[in-house]
């Protein structure tokens, strides 16, 4: 299941004007398939500074793509990052190939 958001390219500056909040995130590759997601509880650097992260350290080369929906305050951004992975292996038979975390691991729903 994906975030029904809009995507946007995976830039630097695209990432800086997100704010910093708890929150899932996609990313996907050049034909929009996703191929990593990733949720931050963090109140200090929140998704964008998992986003930044990734871009620093280049850990999806392929992902040209990203799209973030924020997490509401009842809910953790891992915990919707879990739900999601769960509902994409129900759909898929498998997780994003660049998705590390175990889908059922911190799933809420």
């Known amino acids: 299941m994906p975030i029904w958001k809009k995507w946007s390219k995976f ?17 996907a ?7 990593d997601r990733g949720g931050s509880d963090s109140e200090v650097s929140g998704v ?7 871009l620093r350290l280049n850990n999806n080369p392929d992902a040209r793509y990203f799209r973030v929906v924020d997490a509401p305050l009842v809910r953790s951004g891992i915990g919707m990052e879990a739900t999601l ?11 994003p190939k ?3 975390r175990a889908p059922h691991k911190y799933d809420i729903s």
Do not use: A, M
């Open 29 to 35: 590759d050049k034909n929009k398939e996703i191929i």
């Open 48 to 54: 964008r500074g998992r986003l930044l992260s990734r």
């Open 98 to 100: 660049d998705t590390k």
């Open 11 to 27: 830039t630097k500056e695209n990432v800086l004007k997100l704010p910093i909040e708890r929150g899932t995130y996609e990313l």
């Open 85 to 95: 992975n769960k509902r994409h292996v129900k759909r898929y038979g498998e997780k």
